[in-house]
């Protein structure tokens, strides 16, 4: 099968050559001018620095990114930094919600924190192949899109269930109280991310006997879908799903998979009509798929059949910036010389839809009893 480039796709990453280079060390020879237009061009663009260059000249391309608010590596310091004291009546909460698996990576450190740091340019790169009016990926002859069955595969949480449509939001003098937070504390409709983290350290520094685990488990829950699930500008988190942290016996009844995708379907077609600056939703989510799918890098040495899906990969680099400098097909060329949907283990497949069919019955929080390890 030949791969061509398609024609939806020809645009091409903006470079910014030595010539800025050039005129930035030409204005500060000219010593620390503070004006509005200086300001503005120092602010306008955000570029992503190279590493591991071998001469100057690569060390100065630069190529510009939006801003992109998802953030694994945010959460894998949040529970590097907690775990240790985090009660095991919090872990046992946790245990007992359709996030389990994907924490569990980080209470364990499955994965390194190298591992989850993303590489801006490769979002791009991808999505550079991404068709609104289709809805799809096009990647030469091969158009493919992201599925419901796809994120669980990815993240194991739950593919049944209630749709919360989060576009959707009551006028403020109907929102359900929450037990953690007073309405009036809050300007807006959310929590933003350092609220969650002062609550969550207040709590955790309380004498054990004062903590209370079902908090500290809602302030996680609430943390991870504020900074990866649901990400959006100033990673806050909406009110609804702040509610639905706070009822952990309930928390399993929605259709997670769906929302999570959902949300980031509509944050990708608001960026491609609109331009927007910020990518808001789970964008890891693309990247993981991309190389699940495409297997163009090898997967992680010791987790090559660990599920979640995600813990098989390391997100730190997938692109060369000095192949995509040559060549804007650079993916295309890439897929080419790698499989596309490898064919994966039978007994793999089958396991992982048993778990699906499983997730028709949850046992609530006080049915569940701990099993001793």
């Known amino acids: 099968m030949v791969i061509q480039e398609s024609s939806n796709n020809e645009e091409t990453i903006e470079h910014y050559y030595l010539e800025e280079r050039a005129a930035g060390k030409k204005r500060k020879s000219q010593g620390p ?38 953030a694994l590596h945010s959460f894998y310091v949040l529970m590097h930094r907690y775990k240790e004291i985090i009660p095991q009546r919090t872990w046992d ?39 609104k009016e ?26 049944e269930g209630e749709v919360v449509d989060l576009k959707n939001k009551p006028p403020r003098n109907k929102w359900p109280d929450s037990k953690y937070f007073e309405k009036g504390r809050i300007s807006k409709d959310n929590i933003k991310r350092p ?4 609550e969550l350290s207040a ?21 991870l879908l504020a900074v990866f699930f649901f990400s959006r500008s100033g990673t806050h988190l909406d009110w609804e799903l702040i509610i639905i942290c ?7 009844k929605y259709n997670w998979s769906k929302m999570v ?24 989510l ?9 297997r163009v890098r090898n997967r992680i040495t010791g987790n090559e059949t660990s599920t979640p899906r995600f813990v098989r990969w390391s997100i730190k680099e997938i692109s060369n910036r000095k192949d995509v400098q040559k060549k804007p097909s650079f993916l295309v060329d890439l897929i080419r010389e790698s499989p596309w949907e490898d064919e994966t283990d039978d007994n793999e497949m089958e396991e992982e839809d048993c778990m699906m069919e499983e997730q028709d019955y949850t046992p609530s929080i006080n049915e569940w009893v701990p099993q001793s390890s």
């Open 195 to 198: 609220q969650l983290e002062t």
């Open 286 to 294: 693309v990247v993981y798929w991309f190389l699940e799918k495409t």
């Open 33 to 70: 001018k503070k004006n509005k237009e200086n300001k503005k061009q120092k602010t306008a663009t955000k570029f992503v620095p190279e590493e591991n260059s071998e001469e100057e000249d690569d060390a100065e391309l630069k190529i510009k990114v939006q801003q992109q608010k998802c």
């Open 134 to 159: 289709k809805n799809k990926f096009i990647f030469g002859e091969i158009e493919a899109e992201i599925t419901v069955d796809d994120v669980y595969s990815l993240f194991h949480i739950s593919t």
């Open 93 to 131: 909460l946790l245990a007992q919600t359709t996030f389990w698996d994907t924490i569990d990576v980080f209470k364990n450190e499955k994965l390194t924190e190298r591992q989850v740091k993303k590489h801006e340019l490769d979002f791009e790169l991808i999505m550079k192949h991404y068709n």
């Open 246 to 252: 706070e009822n952990l016996e309930e928390i399993n």
């Open 203 to 223: 709590e955790l520094n309380k004498p054990k006997k004062n903590q209370d685990a079902e908090k500290i488990a809602s302030l996680i829950l609430m943390y």
């Open 261 to 284: 995708l959902d949300f980031l379907k509509d944050s990708i077609y608001k960026y491609r009509k609109d331009k927007a600056q910020i990518y808001s939703g789970c964008i890891l």
